[in-house]
């Protein structure tokens, strides 16, 4: 349950004011097809946390606990200084011929590819050697993220402070990272 949690939340916050959040808006804003999109996301968002708890699930047996640990060290370092960068307009896609189930499926799994969400989410399956459960609740997760965007579009950028929980997020990520890895390195008592 630690896994379906951890990452149910990581992803969600790690999501929020992320890439693929700006593309999914883009997206339902061109479209106009929130089904659609949302059926897309939902495709990509579920393939790219397989692919990641797959690997997660590959990797974890061959590492001992606390290189396990420190890998999901890494992990959160790496999502929690993510999300400290100013996050890069996504191309919109305009001109894919595809339509708006497809065209949100393969960007956004594109996008998605190796990101700090995916990142956070083989880190959790290697660490906890629960590989579904970390999965889910990161696919879960990143559709939490990715809904409001597609749902609200503008709004949300009104209605949420995106930096301020950029800038949270991020403190929880790097604090969460560092002491993973002061423990996992041995370096407390």
Same mark, same amino acid.
């Given at each position: 349950?630690?896994?379906?949690?951890?990452?149910?939340? $990581?992803?969600?916050?790690?999501?929020?004011?992320?890439?693929?959040? *700006?593309? @999914? *808006?883009? =997206?339902?804003?061109?479209?106009?097809?929130? $089904?659609?999109?949302?059926?897309?996301?939902?495709?990509?968002?579920?393939?790219?946390?397989?692919?990641?708890?797959? @690997?997660?699930? *590959?990797?974890?047996?061959?590492?001992?606990?606390?290189?396990?640990?420190?890998?999901?060290?890494?992990?959160?370092?790496? =999502?929690?200084?993510?999300?400290?960068?100013?996050?890069?307009?996504?191309?919109?896609?305009?001109?894919?011929?595809?339509?708006?189930?497809?065209?949100?499926?393969?960007?956004?799994?594109?996008?998605?590819?190796?990101?700090?969400?995916?990142?956070?989410?083989?880190?959790?399956?290697?660490?906890?050697?629960?590989?579904?459960?970390?999965?889910?609740?990161?696919?879960?997760?990143?559709? +939490?993220?990715?809904?409001?965007?597609?749902?609200?579009?503008?709004?949300?950028?009104?209605?949420?402070?995106?930096?301020?929980?950029?800038?949270?997020?991020?403190?929880?990520?790097? +604090?969460?990272? *560092?002491?993973? @890895?002061?423990? @996992?390195?041995? =370096?407390?008592?």
């Amino acid at each position: 349950m630690d896994a379906l949690l951890t990452a149910l939340l $990581g992803c969600l916050l790690g999501g929020i004011g992320d890439k693929s959040q *700006l593309l @999914a *808006l883009m =997206l339902s804003a061109r479209f106009r097809s929130d $089904g659609a999109v949302i059926a897309g996301a939902a495709l990509a968002v579920a393939a790219n946390a397989t692919l990641a708890a797959f @690997a997660g699930a *590959l990797i974890g047996p061959m590492l001992g606990s606390q290189a396990r640990l420190l890998f999901l060290a890494l992990a959160l370092l790496m =999502l929690g200084g993510g999300m400290l960068w100013p996050v890069k307009q996504p191309d919109p896609l305009a001109d894919w011929p595809t339509g708006p189930f497809l065209t949100s499926a393969l960007g956004l799994f594109i996008l998605g590819f190796g990101d700090g969400p995916q990142f956070l989410i083989l880190g959790i399956a290697a660490r906890t050697a629960d590989p579904v459960l970390a999965g889910l609740g990161g696919a879960l997760g990143m559709m +939490a993220a990715l809904i409001p965007a597609i749902l609200l579009r503008d709004q949300l950028t009104r209605a949420i402070p995106l930096r301020a929980i950029r800038i949270g997020g991020a403190a929880i990520f790097l +604090a969460s990272g *560092l002491g993973a @890895a002061v423990s @996992a390195l041995g =370096l407390t008592d």
